[in-house]
């Protein structure tokens, strides 16, 4: 089976090999030809099949970069649908509370309904039990006379105001706990309502996830023929193909590594003679406080009748402490040490991340507990222009912030440590890897 080259080694196969009849024979900056290189010899025999084979090659670059692109859209597209299901599952999440406290809240207030509803019975039963007697003209037949029935009144009163507050209460429960109920039911309902949303987009995320490797195979298995086609038009042999090309690369880095010794020796040249003249500076400034500081003793010592003379220390005072970067650094530190991990969606550590569980993770170890989910992580965070990101700052990206499908950790320099998607690990980027940055990030 002819071997599957890298992603990106097709288009510089086919440059490599299109080129191959105008390649300069000059030597290398400072260094010698690549003796594993094929001769020139070898080239010109292939330098006829090239020509015939240029438009083929051409389609064949072509179609690589369109299927790249797809990949690429593919893999967007899964990103979008894992941050639906996210968002849908912190809906769900909040439902299913709200639907709890509602039927317990029901439940309490029904409890003290039946407790109202209670008292009124038995307020009945006694006032039915007492009805055997003679009622009020007993009162004045009795030793207490009309006293007794004034009291008495008074006793029938007071319960009549129990009554009425019983009543009152028993109402006042039963309508709290209709109330209750209705809430209940409507939280139910939005449950059940969250419940498909995150369904739906659980399963569109996995469809898209589906199409996304079944592209990959195609392109892989498309990517193995064009190579071998481009063997047979070039009437050679793969292994010749990727010799020319691996010795292209070497003289080519034998070139860059003589151009940057180069640099180099220039730069230490340049910087040793800044450091000179930085150290002729500092002495000249050290003699000129030296004399300053004599001048200064002296007029002090003219002046030692004066009890008003000064100290020559200057400014007592001591600068203010930097700020320090504290739990920020803690942050990336974490970010670091989750490096070539693998991508898992859903995945909140330790073995592997998705974009936002890595994000949630690094700032739980200091105590800041933000959600799964980068639209959340997004709304929920003080929003800080591009121009003015530090690091342990999150960077988004998407068509908005509030509806961002991707979140990474800011660590200076315009680059950050994220999880990118399944065909990649835990890395580090340029913030502007992708166009869809967003123009804020968020910190917390």
């Known amino acids: 089976m002819i071997p599957m080259l890298p992603r990106r080694t097709v288009p510089a196969v086919a440059a490599a090999l299109l080129t191959a009849a105008v390649i300069a024979t000059a030597p290398a900056f400072g260094a010698p030809s690549d003796p594993g290189t094929p001769s020139q010899q070898q080239v010109d025999e292939a330098k006829a099949a090239a020509s015939a084979a240029a438009g083929s090659v051409d389609e064949i670059q072509k179609q690589y970069a369109a299927a790249s692109a797809r990949l690429d859209q593919l893999d967007q597209g899964v990103a979008v649908a894992e941050e639906k299901w996210n968002a849908a599952k912190l809906r769900l999440d909040a439902a299913q509370q709200a639907a709890a406290d509602a039927a317990q809240e029901a439940q309490r207030t029904s409890a003290k309904a039946d407790e109202s509803a209670a008292v009124i019975r038995r307020y009945a039963a006694q006032v039915y039990q007492t009805q055997s007697g003679l009622g009020d003209i007993e009162s004045y037949l009795s030793s207490g006379g009309p006293q007794q029935l004034a009291d008495r009144s008074a006793v029938i009163d007071e319960l009549s105001s129990v009554r009425r507050k019983a009543l009152a209460d028993a109402s006042g429960q039963a309508n709290a706990a209709a109330e209750a109920k209705r809430r209940a039911d409507a939280a139910e309902q939005q449950f059940q309502q969250a419940t498909g949303d995150a369904t739906a987009a659980r399963a569109a995320a996995r469809t898209a996830a589906d199409q996304a490797h079944a592209e990959q195979a195609r392109i892989a298995t498309e990517q193995q023929a064009r190579i071998a086609k481009l063997a047979q038009l070039r009437n050679t042999s793969v292994q010749i193909e990727q010799a020319r090309q691996d010795g292209l690369a070497r003289q080519a880095a034998a070139e860059a590594a003589a151009r940057q010794a180069e640099l180099e020796r220039q730069a230490a040249l340049k910087a040793q003679r800044e450091q000179e003249a930085r150290d002729a ?44 970067a504290g739990s920020r650094q803690a942050v990336v530190d974490f970010a670091y040490a989750q490096l070539g991990k693998p991508y898992v969606w859903g995945a909140e550590g330790p073995n592997a991340y998705d974009c936002s569980g890595l994000t949630m ?51 200076g320099n315009g680059q950050m440590i994220h999880a990118p998607n399944s065909r990649t690990v835990v890395k580090i980027s340029s913030i502007y890897y992708s166009s869809d940055l967003v123009q804020y990030g968020a910190r917390y």
């Open 281 to 324: 500076e500092a002495r000249a400034a050290a003699a000129r406080a030296a004399a300053d500081q004599a001048a200064k003793d002296a007029a002090a010592a003219g002046n030692s009748g004066s009890s008003g003379s000064s100290s020559s220390g200057g400014s007592s005072g001591s600068a203010s402490p930097r700020p320090s």
């Open 361 to 411: 993770m690094a700032y739980r170890r200091i105590g800041i507990y933000l959600e799964h989910g980068s639209q959340w992580q997004y709304n929920n965070g003080t929003k800080i222009p591009l121009s003015q990101l530090q690091p342990g700052d999150l960077v988004f990206f998407g068509t908005s912030g509030p509806s961002n499908h991707h979140v990474g950790i800011y660590i």
